[in-house]
């Protein structure tokens, strides 16, 4: 029930295309939903996050969208790029619990 | 704003010796969490401090690892008579206030066991 699962595992996507990640979770209790990105070597970066009292956020080219029936949640980065070339890992937590429960993280390729 | 500064970056033990991991959270924070991260996978809690206070140990393995955050100084992460399965990245977290909500990362210590 502490689970976040996400897919795909590794994406590769043209420049100017449009990226999709998902993620799914069980614990009805999580209440954030961060998204944070991973370059080789470095920590991740919060990059955009939801509350599930919103069914989208859109900040630049990054949009959430959230599904609370369901139970999912997906990063859309639109007109994808080379420098978005990175490790994209979902989280989740409740408000209550200061442990960010993560995903096992999806390799995304941008090809020029 | 200096962001949160772990050291070393890489490290190099050979079975049985000791590591020390140090983060200095950002600048304000109070509130420090620390991850381990194996290839291939996500991040894994594994404790969270205070000053000079442990709070959550849940996700720390109760031999060989210590954790500590005093008054003065960064927080330490000790890993004693390392083996080759603690070779990993640790990564830390800081944050304002207690909660899962805007951790910010350093940029990690990866561990190589020899």
């Known amino acids: 029930q502490q689970q976040v699962k996400q897919s795909p595992q590794s994406l590769i996507v043209q420049k100017g295309g449009i990226s999709i990640i998902n993620c799914a979770y069980e614990n009805t209790a999580f209440d954030y939903f961060p998204w944070y990105q991973q370059f080789p070597g470095k920590g991740p970066a919060l990059l955009i996050a939801i509350r599930p009292d919103v069914s989208e956020k859109k900040e630049g080219r990054f949009t959430i969208s959230f599904n609370k029936s369901a139970k999912q949640f997906s990063l859309h980065i639109m007109d994808s790029q080379p420098g978005d070339s990175a490790t994209y890992f979902c989280?989740?937590?409740?408000?209550?619990?200061?442990?960010?429960?993560w995903g096992a993280g999806t390799k995304l390729i941008i090809k020029p | 704003n200096a962001g949160v500064m772990q050291n070393p970056r890489h490290l190099v033990r050979r079975r049985g010796q000791e590591a020390r991991l140090r983060c200095s959270p950002m600048?304000?924070?109070?509130?420090v969490y620390w991850y381990r991260q194996l290839p291939e996978e996500g991040l894994k809690f594994m404790v969270y401090l205070q000053k000079e206070n442990i709070i959550d140990e849940s996700g720390m393995p109760k031999e060989r690892f210590s954790a500590e955050f005093p008054k003065e100084g960064p927080s330490i992460l000790r890993i004693q008579q390392v083996v080759r399965g603690d070779s990993a990245a640790y990564f830390c977290?800081?944050?304002?206030?207690?909660?899962?909500?805007?951790?910010?990362f350093g940029p990690g210590t990866r561990l190589t066991v020899t």
């Open positions: 989280a989740a937590s409740g408000d209550s619990n200061y442990q960010l429960i």
């Open positions: 600048k304000g924070h109070s509130h």
């Open positions: 977290a800081s944050s304002e206030r207690v909660s899962g909500y805007e951790q910010y």
